[in-house]
């Protein structure tokens, strides 16, 4: 009876730890879904930002190119699908192996990039230097 008891434990904490394991993964999608429909309508409001900035920098003709806005908006948004994404592939990879721990060490790095850039780009006001945005968008690509 101890055996069995034992067994039904281990049973039970297996089936928790694919529980965990799918929970994390599917709550990485999600998130990565949510950021995404909430950056989108940052396109409309890049374009604002361009002339805005445009308007301001009329004597300045090295300033007039304010399409990085646009560019660096249009990256972050593939960032996050290609995130998005990821979470389902990771989750079939086996664990222990070394092109999942190369897998997670990429989608890390790709992770902690997007979310520089969206707070950058993300802003009423931009704030980060025009060549910090093209530098962190490039990083994206």
Same mark, same amino acid.
């Given at each position: 009876?101890?055996?069995?008891?034992?067994?039904?434990?281990?049973?039970?904490?297996?089936?928790?730890?694919?529980?965990?394991?799918?929970?994390?993964?599917?709550?990485?999608?999600?998130?990565?879904?949510?950021?995404?429909?909430?950056?989108?309508?940052?396109?409309?409001?890049? &374009? $604002?930002?361009?002339? #805005? !900035?445009?308007?301001?920098? %009329?004597?300045?003709?090295?300033? =007039?190119?304010?399409?990085?806005?646009?560019?660096?908006?249009?990256?972050?948004?593939?960032?996050?699908?290609?995130?998005?994404?990821?979470?389902?592939?990771?989750?079939?990879?086996?664990?222990?192996?070394?092109? &999942? $721990?190369?897998?997670? #060490? !990429?989608?890390?790095?790709? %992770?902690?990039?997007?979310?520089? =850039?969206?707070?950058?780009?993300?802003?009423?006001?931009?704030?980060?230097?025009?060549?910090?945005?093209?530098?962190?968008?490039?990083?994206?690509?």
């Amino acid at each position: 009876a101890v055996v069995s008891t034992q067994s039904g434990h281990y049973g039970r904490d297996r089936k928790a730890g694919k529980f965990q394991r799918f929970m994390h993964y599917y709550t990485r999608y999600h998130n990565h879904e949510m950021s995404h429909r909430l950056e989108e309508p940052l396109l409309s409001t890049a &374009k $604002m930002k361009m002339i #805005a !900035m445009a308007a301001v920098a %009329e004597g300045d003709p090295g300033a =007039l190119d304010t399409s990085f806005i646009e560019d660096s908006v249009k990256e972050l948004l593939k960032a996050r699908r290609v995130l998005r994404a990821s979470y389902p592939y990771g989750y079939y990879l086996q664990d222990g192996m070394h092109r &999942k $721990m190369l897998f997670e #060490a !990429m989608q890390n790095e790709l %992770e902690e990039v997007t979310e520089q =850039l969206s707070q950058m780009v993300a802003r009423v006001y931009l704030r980060t230097p025009k060549a910090k945005i093209i530098e962190t968008a490039l990083l994206l690509q």
